[in-house]
């Protein structure tokens, strides 16, 4: 699908690069790379990644599992908002934004347009590509007018120089995703944890803004952080960055127990209720290995039965106003 009024055009199903940043837990280059070169094996051309994804490793990665494909074929975006500072000091610490990699550089929130052009340009150099064709402003939670009076007017430039091909904002709320599409002229923006199985908030008033305004959504987080992942709900599952409550955790059971009796796979469902969504363009899923490339790949284009839908808005576990056909 075509990222708003650009030529910029993503798979239903995008690679999402924040896991081969080491999130969680250390992922080795090998199996990094592995993950990369499965995901375009398995027919997936979007590949999205950030400055913030391992302070610059997902970026590194990237770019080096890339290397030599066709660059007409595929996708790539990244993100604008943090600067990485070096930081000697701490080579001998963790960062502590839940990447595990050597904390020996900082993040600087800058959203004005230096900022902006400074960020991109190191984003390339880790990429080793002389373009990216989606560039999105990264969680200005907190700095909506310099986002909106700098990060935005200096990507407007950068997209109308043919520099960059589409534009647009990423961030883990709706809201201020839904100003983006109505005060600015974005392509895209990118939606994560907000449009899922277990919680649907952005269905009311974001969505079909969205559609209206003709600007294409990215859905990412829609494992909600990891809890949706797997059949087998893991102990430690986590949910939106924390350990999954005992409550959620229940819900997320019985969703599971409604899937299974007709066949079908949690990520599965939790996937295609995502991408039946007409205002959503691509979903982005994370993967850190070969394997859980391809397991995810064929899920995405496994059809779920409908008894699926209708069984969970019979239990109150899915509202009837999002039920994909309804």
Known sequence: ??????????????????????????????????????????????????????LGLAERRLGTGLAGRPRSELV???????????????????????????????RVWDFSADGVRRSLEASLRRLGMDRVDLVLIHDPDDHWRQAVDEAYPALHE????????????????????????????????????RYTLLEQSAADTMLPTCLRQNVAVLAAGVFNG??????ELDPGAMFDYAP??????????????????HGASLPQVAMAFAAAHPAIASVVVG????????????????????????????AGLLRPDVRPGA
């Open 1 to 54: 699908m075509k990222l708003g009024a650009s030529d910029v055009v993503v798979s239903p199903l995008g690679f999402g690069g924040a896991v081969i940043g080491n999130l969680y837990r250390a992922v080795d280059e090998d199996t990094a790379l592995g993950a990369v070169d499965a995901a375009w094996e398995a027919g997936i051309r979007y590949f999205d990644t950030a400055p913030h994804y391992g």
């Open 76 to 106: 790539v975006s990244t993100k604008v908002g943090r600067l990485l500072e070096p930081r000697p000091a701490g080579a001998g610490t963790r960062d502590a934004a839940g990447f595990d990699v050597p904390a020996d550089h900082e």
């Open 158 to 193: 950068l997209r109308s120089q043919g520099v960059v091909g589409a534009i647009g904002a990423g961030m883990n709320q709706w809201r201020m995703l839904e100003r983006f599409a109505t005060e600015t002229d974005v392509d895209a923006v990118m939606l994560a944890g």
């Open 226 to 231: 990891g809890v949706l992942a797997t059949d």
């Open 244 to 261: 999954a409550s005992p409550q959620l955790r229940a819900k997320v059971a019985r969703i599971a127990e409604v899937v299974h009796r």
């Open 287 to 314: 993967a850190r290995s070969e394997a859980e490339v391809r397991r995810n790949a064929a899920l995405f284009e496994r059809p779920v039965p409908s008894a699926v839908w209708e069984e969970l808005v019979a």
